[in-house]
C-alpha cells in the first residue's frame, strides 16, 4: 500500500542536487509499502528526507542521486529486511556508503529491523547485529519519529506528542479487553448500575432514526452521528482478484489471490459514506479522553467537514463504531468486499472493468481535489455505498496475513475474519493519491494499526 504524502518536495530531482537530508532511507524495493510510511511520518514531523521514490526522478543518473544524499545527510535509517540481507547491488552500496561516514565515534546510521531477528544480522554483519535498533510492528511509526527528532535535538512537536499518548492507550486496548471493548463495557456497567429501568428505557430506544428516503427499509441514520446506515442481505460471492487480472501479480501487490467463495451468513448494516469529520467532530465532542487527531495539509482546522476523517488509528476507528451504535464495530474484510462489490461478480471496480476521473478520487484528478474529496461525489455501487474506492483507504478489523487466502482453497470460507495478530491491521479502498490499480475491489492494504501520520486513511462502520 503505498501511503506516501505528494504534497511537498515536488523539483525532487533538481533539489536533491543541493539540499542537505535530515535523514537518508536505505532499503529493499520489496519493502517500499513500509518504508512509504516510514518517509511520510518523517516529512510531516518537519524533516526533509532522502527517499527514492520522493527524489529520484526520470532520467535522474542513480548512482549520483543516491551518492548525493548519502554524503549530505545527517543521520542514515536503515530498514533491514531478508530481501535487504541478499547483498543486493545498491543497498550494500549505500549500507557501505554510511558505515564509510561514521568516525570519531559519531553516530550516524539507524537500523531498523523488519521482519528479521539478531541471528539474521549476526549471519550477515555481526556489527549490524549489536546495535540498538528499532523493530518494526514493535516500535510504532511515532515512536521512530520522536527518537529522530530527539537524536537531532529538535522538539518533539505538539501533534507528535499526542500521537504518542494515543499509542500508549492503543497497547493497553490490545492487551486489556475492557479497552478494546470499552464502549460495551461501559454500557454493561451502566445497565447493572441502573438495572431493570435501564434495560427497559434502552428496549424502547433504537439507535437508528427513519433514513432520508422516506418509505425505504434499507436506509437508517444514527442518533448519534446523524450518518447514513445501508441495510446488506447476507450472501455469497467470490472474494479476491477476477481472473485475468494481472494488477493482482504485481510484486507490492499484497496477496489477493487465490480466489475463494465467500459465505456472509448474516445481515448487517454498513454507513453509507466514510464517517466524515463532521462526524468524528460530534464524536469528540463531551469526551475529555478523545481528541480530533492531527489535521491534514489539505483540511487544516477541520474545516473541511463533508470530507473523510482520516489520520486515526485502528483503535481509535474502533473506539468510534462502539460509540456510534452499542453492536458498532469495523467490518471484517470479507464484510467490505462482499459490500464493495454490491452483487456484481468479475468485476475489477465496484462499477466495472474500467476507471476513470469520473468514477472516484485517486491520483489522476489528485490536482482537482488537492487531497480529499466530499463524501458523496461519485455515484453510489449498486447497494447505495458510497467512496467504496478511492478517496481515503478504510480500516477493517482484520490483521494482515499475505498468505491468508490460501487457507480457503477450494473451501467456502463461512464469516471468515483473520483474528491472529500479526505486525498489521487490513486497510481497503485506495486513497487520493494511490493509481487506479489500488482502487479494485480486491485490492488490499496493510498498516501499522497505532499509527496516524499517513492523510490518507479513514473508515467506515457497521452495525447489527
Aim: glycine residues 8%; contains cysteine; hydrophobic residues 40%.
Amino acid at each position: 500500500m503505498n501511503l506516501h504524502d505528494s504534497e511537498h518536495q515536488t523539483d525532487h530531482g533538481r533539489s536533491a542536487a543541493r539540499e542537505k537530508w535530515d535523514v537518508f532511507i536505505s532499503h529493499a524495493s520489496e519493502d517500499k509499502a513500509y518504508v512509504d510510511q516510514l518517509a511520510t511520518a518523517l516529512r510531516l514531523a518537519g524533516l526533509t528526507v532522502w527517499y527514492d521514490n520522493m527524489v529520484l526522478e526520470w532520467g535522474d543518473d542513480l548512482r549520483s542521486m543516491i551518492d548525493n544524499g548519502l554524503v549530505n545527510c545527517r543521520f542514515g535509517i536503515v530498514v533491514l529486511s531478508r530481501t535487504f540481507l541478499g547483498k543486493k547491488k545498491w543497498t550494500e552500496h549505500e549500507l557501505n556508503g554510511l558505515f564509510a561516514r561514521e568516525h570519531a565515534g559519531r553516530k550516524l546510521l539507524l537500523p531498523i529491523w523488519h521482519g528479521i531477528g539478531r541471528d539474521d544480522l549476526l549471519e550477515y554483519s555481526p556489527a549490524l547485529a549489536d546495535r540498538l535498533a528499532k523493530i518494526a510492528g514493535r516500535d510504532s511509526l511515532d515512536d521512530i519519529v520522536e527518537s529522530l527528532l530527539k537524536l537531532m535535538e529538535r522538539p518533539v512537536p505538539d501533534a507528535q506528542k499526542h500521537a504518542k499518548s494515543d499509542q500508549v492507550l492503543a497497547y493497553r486496548r490490545r492487551f486489556d479487553k475492557r479497552w478494546a471493548f470499552g464502549g460495551v463495557v461501559l454500557l454493561t456497567l451502566a445497565a447493572v448500575g441502573f438495572g431493570i429501568q435501564y434495560l427497559t428505557l434502552t428496549a424502547k430506544r433504537s439507535p437508528f432514526v427513519a433514513g432520508p428516503d422516506i418509505g425505504k427499509e434499507d436506509t437508517r441514520t444514527t442518533l448519534k452521528d446523524g450518518l447514513t446506515y445501508v441495510h446488506i442481505e447476507p450472501g455469497e460471492f467470490w472474494m479476491g482478484a477476477v481472473p485475468g487480472d494481472i494488477d493482482a501479480d504485481r510484486p507490492d501487490s499484497a496477496g489477493e489471490t487465490p480466489r475463494h467463495r465467500v459465505k456472509i451468513t448474516k445481515p448487517f448494516w454498513m454507513t453509507a459514506t466514510p464517517v466524515t469529520v463532521a462526524a468524528y467532530k460530534t464524536f469528540v465532542r463531551g469526551q475529555s479522553a478523545v481528541a480530533m487527531p492531527p489535521e491534514p495539509s489539505f483540511n487544516l482546522g477541520w474545516t473541511k467537514e463533508e470530507h473523510p476523517i482520516v489520520n486515526v488509528t485502528w483503535q481509535e476507528a474502533q473506539a468510534y463504531c462502539g460509540w456510534a451504535d452499542p453492536a458498532g464495530r469495523l467490518p471484517t474484510e470479507a464484510e467490505w468486499e462482499y459490500a464493495a462489490r454490491g452483487g456484481n461478480e468479475g468485476l475489477k471496480y465496484p462499477w466495472g472493468a474500467e476507471i476513470t476521473g469520473n468514477d472516484a478520487t485517486y491520483s489522476i484528478n489528485l490536482a482537482k481535489w488537492n487531497g480529499t474529496s466530499p463524501v458523496r461525489s461519485y455515484k453510489a455501487n449498486a447497494w447505495g455505498l458510497y467512496d467504496m474506492a478511492g478517496n481515503v483507504w478504510e480500516w477493517v478489523a482484520d490483521w494482515y496475513d499475505k498468505d491468508y487466502y490460501r487457507t480457503f482453497q477450494n473451501v467456502t470460507a463461512v464469516d471468515p475474519q483473520r483474528t491472529q495478530p500479526t505486525e498489521w491491521r487490513v486497510l481497503r479502498g485506495g486513497s487520493f493519491r494511490d493509481d487506479a490499480w489500488r482502487l479494485r475491489a480486491s485490492a488490499r492494504g496493510w498498516s501499522d494499526p497505532g499509527g496516524r501520520f499517513y492523510g490518507n486513511s479513514g473508515f467506515r462502520c457497521i452495525a447489527r
